[in-house]
């Protein structure tokens, strides 16, 4: 009766003490209420929100708009045929103004004897020359303004602005440059009568269509810029700047974006030699040279083409069916070397399969000719002069052979790293049950490594027809390129044996392109369809 009596007790205070809460809460939800009535208060966090937010609608399409405008004019400047410094012609043709700034040289090469007779002088060739400059760091300004103003608060709205409204009226006066250079070469009225007949001839100075077109583009975005900057003088500014944190996620994967823009992306601008009938020599690609599918056509058209491409396939799938079947080996082996308890040891053994890794092809085939040549180690023990390197016999397996050896140790790295990752608790609750060393390797530590083991595979796969050519190029002689021409090497040597044949190889390079993201998307497929995971 004393312990109901004590817990009723302690219910009741407990009632009343919530009570006494929800009233006092209640008493401070009016008087904070009052106060931002009153205007004693500020909503900070409707403030907060202000900040982040557009004041509305029309300026959130007015950003997208200045987005949009500021895409077209850095598409445009890719192009030859919107090049807005292109106002003469004596300005080699399909030059774009990236080519322009890379190089005066190029800029001038037609006008050496121009300048040398005194017909036109250089300091107009300057001035275009500098004005395309300006043009190119008003473009970079307008894009980082653009980007800035998605970043984050007010603050950080108010500074893309500003740069962005600096960037459109100094693209302004980079056009009004290139103009300067034409109204030059049309005022001829005081210049001598052979140098004024020679421009008019062969000047043919004029601004270009895309000259107009991206006067109208920084026009646009001034005004949209203007309209947008005073709908921003409306909003509370921030005092410092606050990036969304998305944002800040991106920075930190933004310098290997860009390794991988310059090193992957930006090669592909090469694939429109597939396009052109062209030599090594022959300089810029010009309309002239241009015919279309010729080479995509000659792929399959020609005879001796398609038996050797043939050929190429039949070893490179061969060799790579090799590779992806025995993957699992570097998986194995870091299985095995993980279970060595002797620490030195352990280490000696990372060491000598590692290093070979570090050794280049040219160096391991230095090695392969010492041990296996006429005159080598191996027919010095045996008394005989058996010529290994050109033999053809099981030459497949002798490459993987030679290409487990370098790459065992250095493969098996990426799986150490998830051994060490795995749960310790899993093993220790597998030897409580009795598991012996080798069921821990099988029910904990294999399980552990599997999806690392599958995103290697898809990789594998989908880099199916990349074998590399390093190896093969220097364990090739005549007896044996049959079977060692692969794809990679093959492509090399369409160029570089005396064919140059630069159209072909970057149709093969294309092709190739386009089926390893095929095979990558249907290895993934079927892994999401098997495990339920892929790594896309």
Not at 5 to 11: D, I, W, Y
Not at 340 to 348: D, E, L, P, Q
Request: with cysteine; charged share 15%.
């Amino acid at each position: 009766m004393a312990d109901n009596s004590k817990e009723q007790s302690g219910v009741r205070e407990e009632d009343v003490t919530i009570k006494a809460s929800t009233e006092v809460s209640s008493d401070l939800a009016k008087d904070l209420s009052a106060a931002k009535n009153a205007g004693k208060t500020k909503d900070y966090t409707k403030e907060k929100h202000d900040e982040k937010a557009y004041p509305n609608k029309f300026t959130q399409v007015t950003y997208w708009v200045m987005r949009v405008v500021a895409f077209l004019m850095l598409f445009l400047t890719l192009f030859p045929a919107t090049n807005p410094a292109y106002v003469t012609k004596l300005i080699p043709q399909n030059t774009s103004i990236l080519a322009i700034v890379s190089s005066y040289t190029r800029l001038t090469q037609n006008c050496t004897r121009a300048f040398n007779k005194g017909y036109i002088t250089e300091a107009s060739f300057k001035t275009l020359y500098t004005g395309s400059w300006v043009y190119i760091i008003a473009l970079v300004l307008i894009v980082a303004g653009v980007i800035v103003l998605s970043l984050g608060n007010s603050k950080f709205k108010r500074l893309g602005a500003a740069v962005t409204l600096g960037g459109g009226a100094l693209s302004i006066v980079s056009l009004l440059m290139m103009k300067s250079v034409v109204d030059g070469f049309n005022n001829t009225a005081n210049l001598p009568e052979k140098s004024a007949n020679w421009i008019e001839k062969n000047v043919g100075a004029a601004l270009p269509s895309g000259w107009y077109m991206l006067l109208g583009f920084a026009i646009a975005l001034i005004v949209l810029q203007l309209i947008a900057f005073a709908m921003l003088l409306k909003m509370p500014c921030a005092t410092v700047f606050e990036m969304e944190p998305k944002f800040q996620l991106f920075l930190l994967i933004l310098p290997f974006a860009f390794l991988a823009l310059v090193f992957s992306y930006l090669p592909l601008w090469g694939w429109r030699y597939a396009f052109f009938d062209y030599e090594s020599g022959d300089g810029e690609l010009t309309k002239d040279m241009f015919v279309g599918l010729k080479w995509f056509k000659f792929l399959f058209q020609n005879e001796a083409t398609k038996a050797n491409l043939a050929n190429v396939m039949k070893n490179t799938l061969g060799l790579s069916f090799i590779g992806i079947s025995t993957s699992w080996l570097p998986m194995v082996f870091a299985i095995f070397l993980s279970e060595i308890h002797n620490s030195h040891f352990k280490r000696i053994v990372q060491i000598f399969t590692t290093i070979p890794n570090f050794i280049s092809w040219v160096l391991v085939y230095s090695i392969a000719f010492i041990l296996f040549s006429a005159d080598g180690l191996i027919n010095s023990l045996m008394g005989t002069s058996t010529m290994f390197l050109m033999s053809t016999s099981h030459l497949w397996l002798k490459m993987w052979a030679w290409g487990t050896w370098k790459g065992l140790g250095w493969s098996a790295i990426i799986y150490i790293s998830a051994i060490s990752g795995i749960d310790q608790q899993l093993y220790e609750a597998a030897t409580v049950d009795g598991a012996g060393r080798f069921q821990k390797m099988w029910h904990v530590t294999l399980p552990g490594l599997l999806p690392t083991f599958i995103v290697l595979l898809v990789m594998s796969i989908a880099g199916i027809l990349s074998n590399g050519m390093d190896q093969y190029l220097v364990f090739s002689n005549a007896s044996t390129i049959d079977k060692l021409n692969v794809l990679d090497l093959y492509v090399y040597k369409l160029v570089f044996d005396g064919n140059g044949l630069i159209p072909l190889s970057t149709v093969i390079g294309m092709a190739k392109s386009i089926i390893s993201i095929i095979l990558l998307f249907i290895a993934n497929t079927a892994s999401k369809a098997i495990r339920g995971s892929g790594i896309i």
